[in-house]
């Protein structure tokens, strides 16, 4: 079989400044953060005390209290984004054939949240939750979840490259639907935020106690996140036959090691440079195709002038002329669904012509000197864009999608 | 098996460490041996668990194959993987080097990676406070860390990615290694599938009433755990061929689908799992073809066991007394990520000709003492192997290797 072109026909987003992709895009262009006080866990002790939450959320608001049981809040959140996707997709009624739908999904500590109140429960030797609540332990459940809600029997995969692991499983979505291998995949990720990566990244001095400022001179780190995006996708010639509206083409992805170190990304971003490469190479385009970037901008001292040197070594000159944004200023970093709001934020730039904004900028850092969108959103026309996911473990991924020809 | 398809990805190279043995040859020894790798813990001391045994590595010390420097920072699960990984490369007789490391990828399949150290840290957390977390910790506490390790180790530079589902992530590992090196992505990848015992994993299945409760186990009394890191080095057929790298065999079909369960169960009826062995089959060539050996899911699990077992009596009516079926996590206990071994023995079963130990389901009767009862290892022609990969949750996989 010939490779098929492929499309996305659906989004579905609940993150900290809007429960679906209106609000989402509508407060993201808007220039509104979702970083600020929490209160899902006491913050007392740390030294940063601010994360980007879904505030005010029930399961409640969506699913019957006998649904929502044995889910995790990560759970939740997913299943509230693949409805919303599987809608946008005129496919809520299902699928005519169910064994030919993937469900391809990314996580990194995905539902641990729930897990941990278990846990503690079990070290107060406290007489706690029933252990049913443990089987939203497993990284693999929403998959499962979201596979035996609608009746999906194709294939199954969760991915955990940490803060990649959304990018890569759309990844992995677009190899099966290219290939023919399935018609449909429902991919994406979810992420809630847990006292263990919220006091990991605090015991690393990797946040920032105000919300944080991706490539400016003052960046002290990155805020923390949680929220669910996936999307739709489908061989292009099936979304037209059925009508459905397609919001992009996804033209190549690709996944690189840097085997440098386990937290701190390679100095040149060796590792930055081939993922990017690798997903330009594999769409068939040159360089110059390129004319939007979502960086991964976590607003680490690290991060930020690793990937602005790694834009450059692969767009040459260009790139100080290639418009590049982080929404992790908006939503904070969701870690495993970090990916894939970047990727849906980058669509909906493509769908809009509206360059989402990278807020809190306030002082040009020279080691960053790239054409960032700061602090107001952008009308821009573009037709290609890069999305890029680095993780823990120097494992990178990039994906880019265009606008349909 | 006639007329047989192929990937054109062959495996070159093994590394085991697991409950029956530290290195391949000796887990495979011991294996066809019948011993079992089930056994009182040691390691550690399960507290919050009624159960305190299974297949636990013993005697691992991994001062014995790398520096202090370089595995004092990392889980179990990730001290096991890399050592495997050092077997595997060199049974592969694959040198790295500046022409070739950025083209050889690390795929890992992984329940819940370093677990014990996971929870160490939490530990941390709640007993010290914000302040009293162990930062030296948190970065192992990521499922994706054993295969970053791996490619820290060798500076591995290709495509990487961990896949955490349930039962089946080394078995994904597997099939996506397969695919990214017949598109081209990479000449070689190093797929490490591994999770370590540790007293998290032991409370939780142990709670959720998921463990066997006797060491002499139950059939369909509930699971065995077990650890170990298993590495196959993957490549091309062509590539092995050039570089005359020993070739264990060549996966020769696979596939993946779904069945409709609930939360921590497995499919009922088993229409999946039939399907997914017979697109296997397809795929392979010939839906009527007869593999020598199967390598079984089956795990002294009530629900699963006498499935696996019908599921495979329908789709082999034709020629069921000739397939020999192994059950290595009767023996060795089982772990999330154990896909990657259990291929590896079907293909040390085709390298030796030599039929490990196996079972017949019909003696087989839930809710007795196993007892061992099993066909003792014999010689005989193997060609074709099948591998079964059923998890609770919903998710198959089935892979088909065969002699190159």
């Keep these: 079989m010939n490779p098929r072109r492929v499309v996305v026909t659906g989004l579905g987003v609940i993150a900290s400044i809007g429960r679906n992709r209106i609000e989402f895009w509508k407060n993201l262009i808007a220039g509104r953060t979702g970083i600020g006080p929490f209160d899902l866990f006491d913050p007392t002790g740390f030294r940063v005390q601010i994360a980007a939450q879904v505030r005010n959320f029930s399961g409640t608001d969506y699913f019957s209290r006998r649904e929502i049981q044995r889910l995790s809040r990560a759970d939740l959140f997913g299943l509230i984004a693949a409805q919303e996707a599987l809608g946008d997709a005129g496919l809520?009624?299902?699928?005519?054939?169910?064994?030919?739908?993937?469900?391809?999904?990314?996580?990194?500590?995905?539902?641990?949240?729930?897990?941990?109140?278990?846990?503690?429960?079990?070290?107060?030797?406290?007489?706690?939750?029933?252990?049913?609540?443990?089987?939203?332990?497993?990284?693999?459940?929403?998959?499962?979840?979201?596979?035996?809600?609608?009746?999906?029997?194709?294939?199954?995969?969760?991915?955990?490259?940490?803060?990649?692991?959304?990018?890569?499983?759309?990844?992995l979505g677009f190899d099966w639907v290219r290939d023919g291998l399935a018609d449909f995949a429902v991919t994406g990720g979810a992420e809630s935020l847990s006292q263990l990566t919220f006091s990991g990244f605090n015991t690393l001095k990797a946040l920032d106690p105000q919300p944080c400022r991706p490539f400016d001179r003052q960046r002290q780190g990155l805020s923390l996140g949680e929220g669910a995006g996936m999307m739709i996708l489908e061989p292009r010639e099936k979304a037209q036959a059925r009508g459905a509206k397609m919001y992009a083409e996804i033209l190549g992805y690709g996944t690189s090691a840097d085997a440098h170190h386990i937290t701190a990304p390679h100095p040149e971003g060796y590792g930055a440079v081939l993922s990017m490469r690798r997903a330009i190479l594999q769409a068939g385009i040159t360089e110059a195709a390129v004319d939007f970037i979502s960086a991964h901008g976590t607003a680490t001292p690290a991060n930020d002038p690793i990937e602005t040197r790694a834009i450059k070594q692969v767009f040459g000159e260009r790139a100080s002329r290639i418009p590049v944004t982080s929404i992790k200023s908006s939503i904070g970093h969701c870690l495993g669904s970090a990916g894939v709001l970047g990727a849906e934020a980058a669509i909906l730039a493509l769908l809009h012509g509206v360059l989402p904004p990278t807020l809190h900028f306030k002082e040009r850092d020279p080691d960053c000197d790239l054409d960032v969108v700061f602090n107001q959103a952008r009308e821009k026309g573009v037709d290609t864009v890069l999305c890029n996911a680095f993780a823990f473990g120097g494992n990178n991924s990039s994906i880019i999608f265009s606008k349909l020809r | 098996m006639n007329g047989l398809a192929s990937t054109g990805i062959v495996v070159t190279g093994i590394g085991i460490i697991g409950s029956l043995g530290i290195g391949r040859e000796t887990f495979w020894k011991n294996f066809l041996a019948g011993q079992s790798g089930i056994k009182p813990i040691q390691e550690f001391d399960p507290l919050e668990s009624k159960i305190h045994f299974g297949g636990e590595v013993e005697g691992f010390r991994p001062k014995d194959y790398l520096s202090p420097l370089v595995y004092r920072k990392m889980g179990r699960a990730s001290r096991l993987a890399v050592v495997a990984s050092l077997e595997a490369l060199q049974d592969a007789g694959l040198e790295i080097n500046d022409l070739n490391r950025d083209r050889i990828g690390v795929f890992a399949g992984t329940g819940y990676g370093n677990s014990g150290l996971t929870d160490e840290y939490f530990v941390s957390f709640m007993e010290g406070g914000p302040q009293g977390a162990n930062p030296l910790l948190f970065a192992d506490t990521v499922p994706n860390t054993a295969g970053s390790h791996i490619s820290l180790y060798h500076r591995l530079r290709g495509p990487i990615t961990t896949f955490c589902q349930n039962l089946i992530s080394a078995e994904l590992a597997l099939i996506y290694a397969c695919r990214q090196l017949q598109a081209g992505s990479a000449e070689a990848i190093l797929v490490v599938g591994v999770d370590e015992l540790s007293p998290i994993i032991m409370h939780a299945f142990s709670v959720l009433k998921g463990l066997n409760s006797s060491i002499n186990p139950i059939l369909g009394g509930g699971l065995v755990l077990g650890e170990g890191a298993c590495v196959l080095v993957l490549e091309r057929r062509e590539q092995a061929l050039y570089r005359r790298a020993p070739i264990y065999g060549e996966v020769a079909a696979f596939a993946l689908n779904s069945g409709v369960t609930r939360a921590g169960h497995f499919e009922k009826e088993g229409r999946a799992m039939k399907m997914v062995i017979q697109e296997c089959l397809v795929k392979g060539g010939d839906r009527r073809r007869t593999p020598d050996l199967i390598s079984l899911s089956a795990d002294f699990s009530g629900e699963l066991d006498p499935l696996e077992f019908r599921v495979l009596r329908e789709v082999f009516e034709y020629d069921w007394s000739g397939i020999a079926l192994s059950p290595l996590k009767y023996f060795a206990g089982e772990y999330a990520g154990m896909g990657a071994l259990r291929l590896a023995i079907l293909l040390l079963a085709i390298r030796d000709q030599m039929i490990p130990p196996t079972v017949n389901p019909d003696q087989l009767e839930s809710g007795t003492p196993w007892d061992r009862r099993y066909l003792p290892a014999r010689p005989g022609e193997i060609n074709q192997g099948l591998l079964t990969g059923f998890t609770f949750g919903g998710g198959n996989a089935c892979l088909a290797v065969q002699r190159v």
Excluded: M, W
């Excluded at chain 1, 809520?92 to 846990?119: K, Q």
């Excluded at chain 1, 929403?142 to 990649?164: E, F, H, K, M, V």
């Design chain 1, 92 to 171: 809520e009624n299902g699928f005519e054939s169910p064994d030919r739908v993937a469900v391809f999904l990314g996580a990194a500590a995905g539902g641990i949240y729930s897990t941990e109140i278990y846990r503690q429960e079990v070290h107060q030797r406290k007489k706690g939750r029933h252990p049913s609540f443990l089987l939203s332990f497993p990284f693999g459940g929403l998959a499962d979840q979201i596979g035996n809600r609608y009746g999906l029997t194709g294939p199954r995969a969760t991915i955990n490259t940490a803060c990649s692991s959304t990018i890569t499983a759309i990844g």
